[in-house]
T-cell receptor, first 111, second 115 residues
Framework: GENVEQHPSTLSVQEGDSAVIKCTYS??????FPWYKQELGKRPQLIID?????GEKKDQRIAVTLNKTAKHFSLHITETQPEDSAVYFC??????????FGKGTMLLVSP | EPEVTQTPSHQVTQMGQEVILRCVPI?????FYWYRQILGQKVEFLVS????????KSEIFDDQFSVERPDGSNFTLKIRSTKLEDSAMYFC?????????????FGQGTRLTVV
């Protein structure tokens, strides 16, 4: 089955800096890669996703890049704000099968 | 905005007891899922459900687990004989189509504590 590795497990940045979280996946047939943000005690919420026919997608301060050859994808957050502090999960899926999540990255943005 | 709702928000149960976690998916969604998250760990897939049957399940979803859609709105997860290691946050999710094609929306979770 699919295996998703996520790094780093914890990331501390100063407000205004950029943050990058990286994930690798094992199943070359995976074609959908969402990123979820989970604030403490709350549900995971989709913040951005990318499909395998696209190399990059951007939504305001958030962007995701995908390298199918290397089987890795990354989340980029620019101009970080304290409210960006949360746990971020990457996930991968092939077709109709289920999401496989990474272990999560705790992002701490200091004012 | 429609959302997935789960009840109860927190359930405490004695080891060996049966628990039923309830979920109301978004009304026009056809695919339903249960995930669990042990404290501080990643979200793990348990089971997916479509057209009134299980479409996929993980190794975690053993014989003590079952799912049911008893009516047109509810989707339940039953754990027959709870163990201490079943303590976790359980998330229900739903999607309009297969979740490879549309976003899976998560409920707010049920925190299960087995004592």
């Amino acid at each position: 089955g699919e295996n998703v590795e996520q790094h780093p497990s914890t990331l501390s940045v100063q407000e205004g800096d950029s943050a990058v979280i990286k994930c690798t996946y094992s199943d070359s047939a995976s074609n959908y890669f969402p990123w979820y943000k989970q604030e403490l005690g709350k549900r995971p919420q989709l913040i951005i996703d990318i499909r395998s026919n696209v190399g990059e997608k951007k939504d305001q301060r958030i962007a995701v890049t995908l390298n199918k050859t290397a089987k890795h994808f990354s989340l980029h957050i620019t101009e970080t704000q304290p409210e960006d502090s949360a746990v971020y999960f990457c996930a991968a899926r092939r077709g109709y099968s289920t999401l496989t999540f990474g272990k999560g990255t705790m992002l701490l943005v200091s004012p | 905005e429609p959302e997935v709702t789960q009840t109860p928000s927190h359930q405490v149960t004695q080891m060996g007891q049966e628990v039923i976690l309830r979920c109301v998916p978004i009304s026009n969604h056809l695919y339903f899922y249960w995930y669990r998250q042990i404290l501080g760990q990643k979200v793990e897939f348990l089971v997916s459900f479509y057209n009134n049957e299980i479409s996929e399940k993980s190794e975690i979803f053993d014989d003590q687990f079952s799912v049911e859609r008893p009516d047109g709105s509810n989707f339940t997860l039953k754990i027959r004989s709870t163990k201490l290691e079943d303590s976790a946050m359980y998330f229900c999710a739903s999607s309009e189509k297969g979740a490879g094609y549309t976003e899976a929306f998560f409920g707010q979770g049920t925190r299960l504590t087995v004592v």
